[in-house]
């Protein structure tokens, strides 16, 4: 039997970057041809978030945020007979939502889905051309992914994966894009070999998980770069072998060292500023691999020394989450198998009405790992 749906819900709403968000009351959306809606139970808290709520990623506005999420599935829209999908079943939601018909989807590469980008990323819109959101008074109200910060949201199938139910599913919120975009990373973007040297520059909620991940793939040694003592013993504790506070020590000097004098083979950037870059291609060894990952503020470059690039045939690989289709059962299962620390990652959990608290202290880099909205 399903659960009864309100015709309205509470959701954190961006009107103007400098109002910041406020809970409004609007309409519960619903779901249409091969999509599902769930009762949100946790929505991560990213810093891509972070740059939509300042300005510096341009976003159709009224928006709602909150591109990972897990739940509770209340309605299954036409079209998912295909889909393990039943009502009642807990679930976590991925941030990049593949169409699954485009060229790119067609081809496997769900991360390069060009509706996802052109209609999702760009006009807040799913794949009919409409928003599911609106307000009481039929106000369009766009979406960033699936909107998560509701009590509702809507999910194309196609980036909704079930979890267990002895899985926390508050804390596997940070599924769909934190350990997502992780498990992206480390397996698609560096496809990283057994020894490897690794180091992730930035241990937030991406890069914990990378640390996680760099270990149970076979990583020799995993270093750990950071700016806050704090974050980098919990990554001491989620087994990076080593740590280093660029503040306090010249981070080539320190990961030359700790390497033998080659620098790392494997180099995660995961926070998407300039002077993480720096400190990226500073530290990668001759012949390495650094995987970008964090999102810049808007329209961001980043210096890149030319002759070395050329010279020490280095290579950088952007990597943007993963293919989610494929790719987020797996993380849900290294989850629920204890290979991912999820729980662990979660270090603070706000209600919907403090979320604005919440990412005011992301963004003073006052947050271990993830952060998560508790509905």
Known sequence: MSPAIPETMKAAVLRDPKDGLHVETIRTPRPRSREVLIKVTGCGMCHSDLHVLGGAIAFPKPAVLGHEVAGQIVEIGPGCENYPFEVGQKVAGGFLMPCGTCEACNAGRDDLCAPFFDMNRLKGLLYDGETRLATTDGEPIAMYSMGGLAEYAVIPATAVQPIPEDMDEVAAGILGCAALTAYGAVRRGADL?????????????????????????????????????????????????????????????????????????????????????????????????????????????????????????????????????????????????????????????????????????????????RAVVQM
């Open 193 to 369: 070999r057994h020894g490897e040297t690794v180091a992730v520059v930035a241990v937030g909620g991406v890069g914990s998980n990378i640390i996680q991940l760099c270990r149970a793939f076979g990583a020799r040694q995993v270093i750990a770069v950071d700016i806050a003592d704090e974050k980098l013993e919990a990554a001491r504790e989620l087994g990076a072998t080593h740590a280093v506070n660029s503040t306090t020590q010249d981070a080539r000097e320190a990961v030359f060292e700790m390497t033998g004098g080659k620098g790392a083979e494997v180099v995660f950037e995961a926070l998407g500023r300039p002077q993480s870059w720096e400190t990226s291609l500073n530290i990668l060894a001759d012949g390495g691999r650094m995987v970008p990952i964090g999102l810049g503020a808007g329209v961001q470059t980043a210096p890149v020394e030319i002759n070395r690039l050329v010279r020490r045939s280095q290579r950088i690989i952007g990597s943007y989450g993963a293919l989610t289709r494929q790719d987020l059962k797996e993380v849900v299962r290294l989850a629920h198998t204890g290979v991912l620390s999820y729980k662990e990652i979660v270090s603070r959990r706000f209600s919907l009405d403090d979320a604005s608290k919440g990412y005011e202290l992301l963004k003073k880099d006052g947050i271990r790992g």
